[in-house]
């Protein structure tokens, strides 16, 4: 009878705990759904084996060109939306190709978080970069 109690309770637990991820993703979580099939967020540890740049050398890129947060979310939003040669800013274009619109994959308001988690979350900065080249990698 105890176990049976705490079994139930257990899977009474986990239930809950994934229909709240369900119900509330963040935009780390929904980066991790959406984008990490071709996007890593760190830097792996060999290069090689990557199909686009990884979500800190994308931001490295994007924080050194904008100077304000709401150019910077409009851009990653239109560019995740309607990818272009002209609009990207990552030189990483020429080793990667252009990256495929994910229209259909996500609404407005995932990516608006996925968005707002990349420009505060994943801030690294050139200055930042010098002083803790670490931060970026995976150990
Ligand atoms: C099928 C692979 C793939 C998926 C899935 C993918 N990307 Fe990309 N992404 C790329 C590639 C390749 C590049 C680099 C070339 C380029 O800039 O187009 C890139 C570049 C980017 C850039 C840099 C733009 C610039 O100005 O240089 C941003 C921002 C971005 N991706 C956001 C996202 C977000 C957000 C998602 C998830 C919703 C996502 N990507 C999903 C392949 C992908």
């Not at 060109?65 to 409009?74: G, M, P, Q, V």
Request: glycine content about 2%; some cysteine; charged content about 25%.
């Amino acid at each position: 009878m105890k176990n049976i109690n705490k079994n139930f309770i257990l899977t009474l637990l986990s239930l809950l705990a994934f229909t709240n991820i369900q119900a509330n993703p963040t935009g780390k979580e929904l980066f991790i759904q959406k984008c990490t099939s071709c996007h890593s967020i760190n830097m792996p540890k060999s290069q090689k084996d990557l199909h686009a740049p990884p979500a800190v050398g994308v931001m490295f890129h994007l924080n050194n060109h904008f100077d304000n947060n709401e150019d910077l979310i409009a851009h990653i939003e239109s560019f995740t939306m309607n990818p272009t040669r002209e609009k990207a800013i990552c030189k990483s274009i020429r080793r990667f190709g252009i990256m495929p619109s994910q229209k259909g994959k996500l609404t407005k308001e995932e990516l608006s978080l996925i968005a707002q988690w990349l420009a505060n979350d994943v801030f690294i900065t050139r200055s930042k970069y010098k002083r803790d080249k670490k931060a970026m990698f995976d150990n």
